[in-house]
């Protein structure tokens, strides 16, 4: 994003007011139980919220962040004597500013164009008449550079970070540049009029269905339907998830041929009434471990089945064959020495009436190490995926457990998925041009960067979305992702 100049608030301030100093309203008030439970609200806020773009670390709630800017720029009623001589005067000015800040910070305000502009119109009078430009130098997230547009200020950010600086561009600086645009897509069929970005949205939506049925084509193989148990209805469904656990041999001389799993939870479902986890079922004597599933049962099996085979005692394990003690050391050793397996412990499928749990297969475990897949891994690993992870990051890293490059953090299958919809990526961008062209847009090839609104430029705009999805799908199908259960 363009990098103007610094401090631009501070700048604007001077220029506007002389050499007189004015008190903006931050440095006197804001009404922070109001914005703070703005914030907090706006956390349990998924659907649609920006932050669910991408994701990013240490975001500003957008409320906080319209209401900071707010009040950085309108002056405190005390720098403005002549219009407000009295300490009650000043007093009911600010009560009207706060509740204008109240109404400004509430989610379903976001886009409601009456409180936004009640604000505006509060800015421009303390700012000359107009809205100043603000500049966020680390804008992250872009949480500022966001708030700072929908209260109508030329908005700039830049951050150290690529990603960042993409996501940036992704919220703020393309949607705009195809405002009110009809979807180009052949198959549109509903050509009424488009609202901001809901043309982009709804063609972003379309080539990434086109991604996933050509996908489908070329590795759909690789994602065989699941048998449903009669209890469930019979027939066959599409698996939405494999159960996987890694596994290290045990620790009991004993049973030092048997990979017992390291498994955090068995639970499955802890939704009301859907309750279900997986139940390993140790036989000793044939030295062998296989899964069942249970579905109803009590708290007590719930809360056995939340604590897999996890010791009370800090990253302890227990070994299922021996009730041994398996500690952290141990399972480092053990992913370093290349001595980690995995098992297959459930199938989650879905079914009729939601979401179905079918025990581990054979089938299903030769599927996910097919040659074919593990020929396309070998080589991502040894080509882009080679570098190393961070042996040290704040939260922990996966380096000391032997997953000491990117290429282990995922199976052969999901590599081989990665790979298929990156490639794909590519593919829309082409076929987004052709259609787009078709369509009768501009034909102009100046792309994107160069502040190109043609047909390249779009197809470069709708794959910037389209390579967001992959982004994402590389966190959910990597070996590191763990299944949520509610
Ligand atoms: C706390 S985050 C900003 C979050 C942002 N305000 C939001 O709400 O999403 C800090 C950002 O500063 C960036 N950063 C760190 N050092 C930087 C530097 N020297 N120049 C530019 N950006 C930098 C980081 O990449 C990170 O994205």
Redesign the pocket.
């Known amino acids: 994003m363009t990098i103007r100049s610094n401090n631009f608030i501070g700048d604007v301030r001077k220029r506007k007011t002389g050499a007189q100093y004015k008190k903006k309203l931050i440095e006197v008030a804001i009404p922070l139980e109001v914005i703070n439970a703005a914030a907090v609200r706006e956390k349990s806020i998924r659907h649609g919220h920006p932050s669910t773009l991408h994701l990013?670390?240490?975001?500003?709630p957008l409320a906080a962040?319209r209401a900071v800017l707010f009040a950085q720029l309108v002056d405190d009623p005390s720098s403005n004597p002549d219009k407000f001589p009295t300490e009650a005067a000043v007093e009911e000015e600010r009560k009207r500013l706060f509740a204008i800040i109240e109404e400004l910070v509430k989610w379903e305000n976001s886009t409601n164009e009456e409180v936004l502009e009640r604000a505006r119109a509060e800015i421009r009078a303390s700012c000359g008449g107009e809205l100043p430009p603000v500049y966020?130098?680390?804008?992250?997230?872009?949480?500022?550079p966001l708030e700072a547009q929908r209260l109508g200020l030329p908005a700039y950010g830049?951050?150290?970070?690529p990603v960042?600086v993409m996501i940036g561009k992704a919220m703020i600086e393309i949607p705009p540049k195809f405002k009110n645009m009809e979807p180009i897509h052949p198959s549109i069929k509903d050509r009424s009029f488009y609202r901001n970005a809901e043309g982009l949205a709804e063609d972003v939506k379309h080539y990434g269905e086109w991604m996933r049925e050509k996908a489908f084509e070329r590795i759909g193989h690789l994602y065989p339907k699941v048998d449903l148990p009669q209890e469930h209805g019979g027939g066959k469904a599409t698996v939405i998830a494999w159960i996987w656990a890694r596994t290290v041999p045990s620790p009991d001389p004993a049973f030092a041929d048997v990979h017992v799993p390291i498994a955090s939870s068995f639970l499955l479902s802890s939704k009301k009434g859907r309750e279900a986890w997986i139940d390993p079922v140790v036989d000793r004597a044939s030295k062998s471990i296989t899964y069942e599933i249970r579905t109803g049962g009590s708290k007590n099996d719930w809360a056995k089945a939340k604590e897999g085979t996890k010791q009370r005692r800090g990253a302890h394990f227990r070994c299922l064959m021996s009730g041994t003690v398996i500690t952290p050391d141990y399972v480092k050793k053990a992913g370093k020495s290349g001595e980690m397996g995995q098992s297959l412990l459930a199938i989650v499928a879905e079914g009729k009436g939601g979401r179905k749990y079918v025990a581990p297969n054979e089938a299903h475990v030769h599927t996910a190490f097919s040659d074919r897949a593990a020929k396309v891994a070998k080589e991502g690993r040894e080509t882009f995926l080679s570098g190393e992870t961070p042996a040290r990051l704040t939260g922990g890293t996966c380096h000391g457990y032997g997953l000491d490059e990117w290429g282990k953090l995922f199976t052969d299958r999901q590599l081989v998925a990665l790979n298929t919809f990156s490639d794909l990526v590519h593919e829309a961008r082409v076929q987004i041009e052709a259609d787009a062209l078709a369509d009768g847009m501009n034909p102009d090839p100046t792309p994107l960067r160069e502040g190109g609104k043609g047909a390249k430029a779009y197809a470069e705009a709708v794959s910037v979305y389209l390579g967001f999805i992959v982004d994402k799908c590389s966190d959910y199908w990597s070996s590191i992702c763990s299944w949520g259960t509610f």
């Open positions: 990013w670390w240490a975001r500003r962040c966020d130098p680390f804008s992250g997230g872009g949480s500022i830049s951050d150290l970070n960042a």
